[in-house]
């Protein structure tokens, strides 16, 4: 189990990243509860944590893919006009079971 951050540096409705060991992962506070979920998209690498969220929906600032920040399933591909250029589409993102303890939110790997 590793501490990722507290409770108070990701605000309700907001999302922030950071690095646990060899993973990026982003913390999400979606109606005052916690998630964690890889922060890169698996489609081209793009840094979630600068993308938009909107309750639970989080949208890839790359090619807008969207994931379901309480699950990592993925609600919505890239297009397809941008699968013929890249060769590939996006797919669920891994989640993180986390912990609160003491203000802080961990991980469980």
Known sequence: MEKVCSLLDVPEGKMKGYTVG????LIANVDGNFYAIAAVCPHRG???????????????PVHGAEFDVTTGKLIE???QEVKEVTGSGAHDLTSYKILIMENSIYIRE
Do not use: M
């Open 77 to 79: 591909d890239v297009s």
């Open 22 to 25: 060899s993973k990026y992962i």
């Open 46 to 60: 793009g840094y979630l944590p600068v993308g938009t969220l909107e309750k639970n929906i989080l949208k890839c």
